[in-house]
């Protein structure tokens, strides 16, 4: 039924174009500065005569890879788990009860209006508070996070939530169901779609913030990879070779899941603004 | 009897939320009042303090580095959203357009969003450092022998950054509101005459225009806070030529001694942050009470 159209070439071959060299080339140059040897870099952008994986293994000590790369894992999943979980509960409650109660009604527009502030504005009260509740480490950090994404989940959950017909819940309540029952087994699948965007804007939100790190986890043994790429900064120097190797380490896990799911990635991205 | 049980309210729904709004409440909203109140004193981050009222907002005025904070983050962040939202509006009306492999050049043109902004930062300071200069000597022209970086034209090279990486996302908002512009509606307007940018104005426009203030709101208040790429790539510098307000909160709030004159700083951020994002959502609803 579908009509055929056709092809628009030249289009097709100036965007291909600008993709490879715009888009690619910095990761190219990324890639190629990692696998050479300092004597190989007088034609930088040429291949690598040999290829240099030591310099892999040398960033992996310098920078004490494996750590930082626990302290992030640690941090995005936790994060990811809970956020899901408590904040899709919270708004949940707050949408099913904010036009019978202002209670509920209140809290809702707290997190909303929460939503203004951005976090440069508190970060160096809460800094301070941090530091006098010991939330300066990566459980406190995780916390933070966690709790700090109310405000846009409560959004991007609540027209969700809103379009689902309480009969559902009305139903499972004649048949016994808590409250708690009644969202784990009746609301909380219903929200996958929802949840999905949430976890994919968690993810990318912990395991590429910079600012928060840099202000709350001082201590070596608790940074995260991208705080430790801005640490090991003066030690890189001039040496390029590892340190880009060291850059292309943090940047794999993110390309590795960009590969496989990049379709339900945009997707997910595009419909959380756009919905909400 | 039955409005009486619609009424009454589980005490399982408290619980869902009065956890989460209590921690909410003492690590964001006791830190933000704090904020306030340590901007009318003259705490330096340590030691005693007293309150000395409006004096920190008042020597704002007479203060250079706050000036030159303020004026570089409007110049950066009005110059990156134009720039951004022009080139991604183009961008998406391409991959909008009849091509192959829509899919693999949405998915590489999507890619730069997936990226840390520092890393990003740090693999242009060495293109701008390196590779740029090399070409600029080689090719002899001597605007581009140089590290833009270390130059009065630093910003422009935090612009290109900011802009490389920020099209992502707006590309792929704007391409999500074209998918929803009925095809139907083009062949109706070329019956009447309208053809290539006049159809565009005309008509494709006005039914994207929610998703232009979407993307109108979230780049302005994302560029006001400019932050990573800026500590990857000058550092501020040189001098304090590309030091934003956020930089000067984190540096001289930190380091300077100047906590609670830096709490003021971030109060006056959050009225200027707060009031164009709500202005800018007035006019999203007036745009879209007129639609309906």
Known sequence: ?276 | MNKHRNNHISPAFYLMVVPVAALFFLLHTVPFLKGIFYSFTNWKGYGSWEFIGFKNFLQFFKDPSIKQAYGFTFQFALSATVLVNVLSLSLACGLNGKIRGKNLLKALYFLPYMLGTLIIGFVFNFIFGNIIPGFGKTAGIPGLSVNILGTSKAWLGVLFVTVWQSMAFNTMIYLSGLQTVDKDIYDAASVDGAVGLQRFIKITFPLIAPFFTINMVLSVKSFLMAFDQIMAMTGGGPGTATTTISMLIYKRGFDGGQFAYQSANAVILFLVVASISVFQLKILEKREAKVN
């Not at chain 1, 995780?142 to 609540?158: E, K």
């Open chain 1, 1 to 276: 039924m579908k009509e055929k159209e056709k092809t628009n070439w030249l289009l097709t071959i100036l965007l291909s174009v600008i993709a490879v060299f715009v888009i690619l080339g910095p990761l190219y140059i990324t890639v190629v500065i990692a696998l050479k040897s300092p004597s190989d870099m007088e034609h930088i952008l040429a291949l690598p005569t040999s290829l240099h994986f030591e310099n892999f293994s040398m960033a992996w000590k310098l920078t004490d890879y494996p750590r930082k790369f626990l302290n992030t894992f640690f941090i995005t999943s936790i994060n990811l788990v809970f956020t899901i979980l408590t904040n899709s509960m919270a708004a949940y409650a707050i949408i099913r009860n904010k036009d019978k109660s202002r209670f509920f009604n209140l809290m809702y527009y707290y997190f909303i209006s929460a939503m203004f502030i951005p976090f440069n504005v508190i970060m160096l009260p809460l800094v301070k508070q941090a530091s006098a509740f010991h939330l300066d480490n990566i459980y406190g950090i995780t916390l933070i996070y966690i709790i700090f994404g109310l405000p846009m989940n409560t959004f991007l959950y609540s027209g969700y939530i809103k379009s689902l017909p309480v009969a559902l819940e009305e139903a499972a309540k004649i048949d016994g169901a808590d409250t708690f029952q009644t969202f784990w087994s009746i609301i909380f699948p219903l929200l996958k779609p929802m949840s999905a965007t949430v976890a994919i804007l968690s993810f990318m939100w912990t395991w590429n913030d910079f600012l928060m790190p840099l202000v709350l986890l001082s201590d070596a043994s608790q940074q995260t990879l991208q705080l430790a790429q801005y640490v090991f900064k003066g030690q890189f120097s001039t040496q390029y070779n590892l340190a880009f190797a060291s850059y292309l380490m943090v940047l794999l896990p993110v390309l590795a899941v960009y590969v496989f799911c990049q379709k339900w990635i945009i997707a997910g991205v595009t419909s959380g603004s756009v919905k909400a």
